[in-house]
């Protein structure tokens, strides 16, 4: 007998104040524990959190929401118990809801454009979203493919980061068989060894890469393309490629005494750091532009200075929290109100110790015996926007001082590097070396000069949020499906059956 579905309470956001699920004790993220910070709400909890969105009418959180989500949908299918069908839902529009609802910066999208934002508390959408898949997929949630008609094509889909995700599980959707290439062992990208372990549980995408098989994905990985297999060769076998080959080229700020002993760039920090917490010997490739398997300093005690206010940022200055340092300062050139991280996070690292310098622009690393000692920063003040609109960062005349250091993690962000075999196949950069792309208004979305190969994510929008990547590999897929439709793809050989029909 099922359960009559509860009426709704149009107060509920007056009786129920907002609520995020129980958090690990500080005590315990300060002596180490890794886990995600955030637990799971329970059945109650969430269907209470869910039946505080006021339906508004004009949501503002789909819109703000690069995915678009059918968000005041699927939370009242969550409020009603109707977990299966919310998951559904989220996955029309969403091909990782359960690792956007973990790691995107809802304050800065859905949620800080929630109607109850002012004043009341937004609705508590990532984590209803993240409750929503997890209960689903524990159940037995798979994705219906019991309609999809094989299309006969094929496409590989180069990087399994969360671009090329998206892309492989649209076009399994649409009777495409997708072969995900990358050069990692493992499939996720920073998903897996980027992002810190207390965002993203790393048994969520291990998860996910079932889902996904379940769906038809293959996987080949450890495999680098370019390296191991050409794009001549993908052309060959497969009637479309999709390029999801990240940002990952770090931005050093061109400081003196970088190559000093501790002196660390921040994602080889947080990919070799993921995989000792993870107990992951490195089997793959290294990043261009530096050896991603560095010796990791031992933090104990130590005094640890992060350059950088995004969430690489944060996601280092928490992590050197869980890896014993004494102190950790973040360095940040513009005030807290133009940091671009997430504030949650910048909450959250502030909570859990660490101690936050804004309008500092570093201008040297300081050192003794070949190893640093300290950044030499100066005070700044806001001054007229840039080409991007931020307020620039002056530097103000006689405030220089110095910051005391045993180790230093520059994370001024990261720039797509273009593969050079990307060119003899006539496929275009942007002067800033991004992949060029028809965009998603294009006739065939994200198609770039080479009529069968398509990109997005990172390498074509320049370091983003998953949820971008996410988008842009979903609208690629959507380019792709409609090329092969229209009769593109590979010229395949002729059969016995054509030579007759001829």
């Given at each position: 007998?099922?359960?009559?579905?509860?009426?709704?309470?149009?107060?509920?956001?007056?009786?129920?104040?907002?609520?995020?699920?129980?958090?690990?004790?500080?005590?315990?993220?300060?002596?180490?524990?890794?886990?995600?910070?955030?637990?799971?709400?329970?059945?109650?909890?969430?269907?209470?959190?869910?039946?505080?969105?006021?339906?508004?009418?004009?949501?503002?959180?789909?819109?703000?929401?690069?995915?678009?989500?059918?968000?005041?949908?699927?939370?009242?299918?969550?409020?009603?118990?109707?977990?299966?069908?919310?998951?559904?839902?989220?996955?029309?529009?969403?091909?990782?809801?359960?690792?956007?609802?973990?790691?995107?910066?809802?304050?800065?999208?859905?949620?800080?454009?929630?109607t109850l934002d002012d004043g009341?508390?937004?609705?508590?959408?990532g984590a209803v979203e993240k409750?929503?898949?997890?209960?689903?997929?524990?159940?037995?949630?798979?994705?219906?493919?019991?309609?999809?008609?094989?299309?006969?094509?094929?496409?590989?889909?180069?990087?399994?980061?969360?671009?090329?995700?998206s892309c492989a599980d649209r076009?399994?959707?649409?009777?495409?068989?997708?072969?995900?290439?990358?050069?990692?062992?493992?499939?996720?990208?920073?998903?897996?060894?980027?992002?810190?372990?207390?965002?993203?549980?790393?048994?969520?995408?291990?998860?996910?890469?079932?889902?996904?098989?379940?769906?038809?994905?293959?996987?080949?990985?450890?495999?680098?393309?370019?390296?191991?297999?050409?794009?001549?060769?993908?052309?060959?076998?497969?009637?479309?490629?999709?390029?999801?080959?990240?940002?990952?080229?770090?931005?050093?700020?061109?400081?003196?005494?970088?190559?000093?002993?501790?002196?660390?760039?921040?994602?080889?920090?947080?990919?070799?750091?993921?995989?000792?917490?993870?107990?992951?010997?490195?089997?793959?490739?290294?990043?261009?532009?530096?050896?991603?398997?560095?010796?990791?300093?031992?933090?104990?005690?130590?005094?640890?200075?992060?350059?950088?206010?995004?969430?690489?940022?944060?996601?280092?200055?928490?992590?050197?929290?869980?890896?014993?340092?004494?102190?950790?300062?973040?360095?940040?050139?513009?005030?807290?109100?133009?940091?671009?991280?997430?504030?949650?996070?910048?909450?959250?690292?502030?909570?859990?110790?660490?101690?936050?310098?804004?309008?500092?622009?570093?201008?040297?690393?300081?050192?003794?015996?070949?190893?640093?000692?300290?950044?030499?920063?100066?005070?700044?003040?806001?001054?007229?926007?840039?080409?991007?609109?931020?307020?620039?960062?002056?530097?103000?005349?006689?405030?220089?001082?110095?910051?005391?250091?045993?180790?230093?993690?520059?994370?001024?962000?990261?720039?797509?590097?273009?593969?050079?075999?990307?060119?003899?196949?006539?496929?275009?950069?942007?002067?800033?070396?991004?992949?060029?792309?028809?965009?998603?208004?294009?006739?065939?979305?994200?198609?770039?000069?080479?009529?069968?190969?398509?990109?997005?994510?990172?390498?074509?929008?320049?370091?983003?949020?998953?949820?971008?990547?996410?988008?842009?590999?979903?609208?690629?897929?959507?380019?792709?499906?409609?090329?092969?439709?229209?009769?593109?793809?590979?010229?395949?050989?002729?059969?016995?059956?054509?030579?007759?029909?001829?």
């Open positions: 007998m099922t359960k009559p579905i509860p009426k709704k309470n149009v107060f509920e956001f007056l009786e129920l104040p907002r609520e995020m699920p129980r958090r690990i004790p500080l005590a315990l993220r300060r002596e180490g524990d890794w886990g995600e910070l955030y637990g799971r709400f329970n059945d109650e909890a969430a269907r209470h959190q869910a039946g505080r969105c006021l339906d508004c009418g004009n949501p503002y959180c789909s819109w703000k929401c690069p995915l678009h989500n059918y968000i005041p949908n699927w939370l009242e299918l969550a409020r009603e118990g109707r977990v299966h069908e919310a998951a559904t839902l989220c996955h029309e529009t969403n091909p990782l809801p359960e690792i956007c609802g973990r790691v995107c910066p809802q304050d800065r999208l859905c949620e800080g454009s929630c009341f508390g937004a609705v508590t959408i409750y929503i898949v997890d209960r689903a997929v524990a159940e037995g949630w798979r994705p219906d493919l019991s309609r999809v008609v094989a299309s006969g094509r094929r496409v590989a889909v180069v990087g399994a980061g969360p671009a090329g995700l076009l399994a959707r649409a009777g495409i068989d997708a072969v995900v290439y990358d050069r990692y062992e493992q499939i996720g990208g920073l998903l897996q060894f980027g992002i810190p372990s207390f965002k993203l549980d790393k048994s969520v995408v291990r998860t996910r890469r079932a889902i996904l098989e379940g769906m038809g994905v293959v996987f080949r990985l450890g495999v680098e393309v370019g390296r191991d297999v050409s794009l001549d060769a993908l052309l060959d076998e497969y009637d479309a490629v999709f390029l999801g080959l990240g940002s990952y080229r770090y931005t050093d700020g061109g400081l003196p005494g970088q190559d000093l002993a501790g002196v660390l760039p921040a994602l080889p920090f947080l990919v070799q750091n993921g995989r000792v917490v993870g107990g992951v010997q490195s089997q793959g490739r290294p990043i261009a532009g530096w050896e991603d398997r560095i010796e990791l300093p031992d933090l104990k005690g130590r005094r640890v200075v992060v350059l950088g206010g995004g969430d690489t940022g944060m996601d280092c200055v928490r992590s050197a929290i869980r890896l014993g340092a004494a102190e950790v300062t973040c360095a940040y050139r513009r005030d807290e109100a133009n940091m671009p991280g997430s504030a949650r996070e910048v909450a959250n690292a502030r909570e859990e110790g660490v101690q936050f310098l804004f309008n500092r622009q570093p201008l040297e690393l300081l050192g003794r015996d070949g190893r640093v000692t300290g950044v030499r920063v100066a005070e700044t003040r806001l001054g007229e926007p840039d080409a991007n609109g931020r307020r620039r960062a002056e530097t103000v005349e006689g405030s220089e001082s110095t910051l005391t250091a045993d180790v230093v993690i520059i994370a001024f962000g990261f720039r797509p590097d273009a593969p050079e075999w990307l060119a003899a196949h006539g496929i275009e950069l942007e002067a800033d070396g991004r992949i060029r792309t028809s965009g998603e208004h294009g006739t065939h979305p994200y198609q770039t000069a080479h009529p069968r190969v398509f990109a997005g994510g990172d390498a074509v929008r320049g370091a983003d949020l998953v949820v971008t990547a996410a988008f842009e590999g979903r609208e690629a897929a959507a380019g792709i499906t409609r090329l092969l439709r229209n009769g593109g793809g590979r010229e395949l050989p002729a059969t016995a059956d054509d030579a007759a029909a001829a």
